[in-house]
């Protein structure tokens, strides 16, 4: 086991005209991993402009590794992301963990605290020895849950209204959001600013695939869609939420009903999300009852980002 590149291979950082080669990196580690693409353009914008990003490539100026960093604001908490090349990548499997590890320990001490997490499929083996090995304990699940459109007829839930969001919902719609993760383990607060900034200035949205739920006038529930590339061709639900005091009323299932439905109009295939199977509000019994699956499952590992 060694932390360093084979002779030859160098680190050097991400660059936008990489944005290709990697995404067909992804898509490759992807296909051995749970055997369809699970990355789009989008996603790989999304980790470009992220606090840190880095490739692996090898003598011949290939990229045989990426690892980047996610965290949504300033939180103490990193989330690091490692993919190689299933032919002839894993070299740069270790050296990417310990290099995504010296960042984020740089960071957490410029904060003075911090933690690091990162996923893996279960089938990935040489992966979670690599984090067991470099201090990741199991924290918990999540579920890649797909529906094939059209969707199972849902009945309408009475005194519930869903419509498309507008943009001067926009303060109240991340309100809703806001207060309905914050009692969750995982949330880390960004503000509305922030909020903003990482999902509509300045990127290409589909509101009409956003969508609010009102209740005698009230907005009691949000969904925000993911814009996916048409390669992918699945609408995608980034964030569902109902605030506590209309929870267990039919608004989450009237807001998926109306996505189910905008996607299908829009040329969409699947839908799809992903679900903390630890959630205390029990969404997986949601998803599951509105005819979702779960393509498949990732463990979630955690460490200090400053070691002991």
């Known amino acids: 086991?060694?932390?360093?590149?084979?002779e030859g291979w160098s680190f050097r950082p991400?660059?936008?005209e990489d944005a290709a080669d990697l995404l067909a990196l992804v898509h490759a580690s992807d296909m051995t991993a749970v055997g369809f693409a699970d990355f789009a353009p989008e996603d790989v914008a999304e980790a470009l402009a992220g606090p840190y990003s880095t490739v692996a490539v090898t003598a011949a100026g290939a990229i045989a590794g990426w690892g980047y960093?996610?965290?949504p604001g300033e939180a103490p908490r990193d989330f690091l992301e490692v993919y190689v090349h299933p032919e002839g990548g894993r070299p740069a499997m270790r050296p990417l963990l310990a290099?995504?590890?010296a960042e984020t320990e740089r960071r957490a001490r410029e904060r003075g605290e911090g933690t690091v997490r990162a996923g893996a499929i279960p089938v990935e083996a040489y992966w979670i020895e690599s984090l067991t090995a470099a201090g990741f304990d199991f924290v918990k699940q999540y579920a890649r849950m797909q529906l094939d459109l059209p969707a199972p007829a849902l009945d309408p839930v009475p005194g519930v209204t869903v419509r498309a969001v507008t943009e001067a919902d926009m303060p109240e719609f991340f309100d809703v959001l806001d207060a309905a993760f914050r009692d969750t383990p995982d949330y880390q607060p960004t503000g509305y600013d922030r909020w903003r900034e990482r999902?509509?200035?300045g990127h290409r949205v589909r509101l009409d695939e956003w969508f609010v739920a009102e209740v005698d006038g009230v907005?009691?529930?949000i969904l925000q869609s993911s814009e996916q590339s048409e390669a992918v061709n699945e609408g995608w639900v980034k964030h569902l939420a109902v605030r506590a005091e209309f929870r267990k009323r039919g608004v989450g299932r009237a807001l998926l009903a109306a996505a189910f439905a905008r996607y299908l109009?829009?040329?969409r295939v699947s839908a799809g999300l992903g679900v903390d199977l630890a959630n205390p509000t029990e969404a997986i019994r949601l998803y599951t009852g509105v005819g979702m699956r779960a393509a498949y499952q990732a463990n979630i590992y955690e460490r200090p980002a400053l070691p002991s």
Not at 1 to 6: A, G, K, R, S
């Open 1 to 6: 086991m060694t932390n360093e590149l084979p």
């Open 14 to 16: 991400t660059r936008d």
């Open 69 to 71: 960093l996610e965290n």
């Open 99 to 101: 290099r995504m590890l």
């Open 199 to 201: 999902f509509l200035d």
């Open 219 to 221: 907005m009691a529930g």
């Open 265 to 267: 109009a829009n040329g």
